[in-house]
């Protein structure tokens, strides 16, 4: 049945060589998270919050500081000044050779971290999750955050997969910095790191 | 290596000055404008009089822009070129040259009079009749480009 076992060192040739090029990591991986960030935060300034306009008291006599209106920034309920549309764009973008060097050094250095499973023999008739979890089980990668990488042909791997909680699933060709980075262990399914290496040829 | 190893290139990011927060802030008061007030927070024109009226509306306006013009044209008859020889090459420089006209931006050719020399001419625009009249004399008449002046 279906087994996992560790990537020789011999086919990552590709990237574990490469040198750890930091600060792009950084780059891509916070590039990557800021995409994702969808603008939630929305305020409204004083034309649009409820309220009317009027002056609360007159300018003089009163003893109390001038003010001319209950909606200002400067009071309790006002509106806010300067604060964020919800239009705001946030996405950063990064050179295609930048992107290229930042998922090959990513890659180097999770090499070296021997973090790189693959998984091989998968013979299913039907989607089982139980399954694959005993593959996993074994191979005593329940307690990570694993990757699995898979070149979209096993649809019934997929399947079997998807409701692990410890396991992700992802098209090798979608692999990005961040994904490299954030997880720790990356399984490779079926011909993903072929895909993969090709990616780099 | 994990999520929160990464750092950017040491001293890549600066945290922002927070400028007029206090009077007892280094950055307070003037903030480092050199001054305070209106001063500080735009550049005031200097033709500003401090909202009395200024130089520049206290006079009256006075003058106009002139109408921009195109190119000038200068006329020439068929009857002013009997002083050519015959076969000579006229362009508007040697119309110029010859005293026949001022300006050689624009000359056109008219057919007034009668012509006895057979000529070459050079001109800008020609009318049927001086072509005609030109070319009974065997003569030919060439239109050039309005840039071009003749050599």
Redesign the interface.
Known sequence: MADIKQIDDSELSFCNEVEMNEPLIHQAVVAFEANKRADVASVRNRARVAGRNKKPWRQKGTGRSRHGSRISPLWVGGGRAHGPTGEQDHSQRLTRKMKRKALLSALGVRAREDVFFELAEVELDEPSTATLHEVFDDADLVDENILLLTDGQDRLLELSVRNLPYCRLLKVDLLSTYHVVANSALVLAGEALEQLKARFE | ???HD????PG?KKEKIRKGRGAGARRGEKTGSGTKGQKKRFKVPVYFEGGQTPLYRRLPKRGFTPLQRGPQTEVINVRSLNKFDDGETIDPRRLEEAGLISSTEHVKLLGDGSLEVSLTIEVHAASESAVQKVEDCDGTVKIISSTDTGS
């Open positions: 290596m994990k999520l990464l750092s950017p290139v890549s």
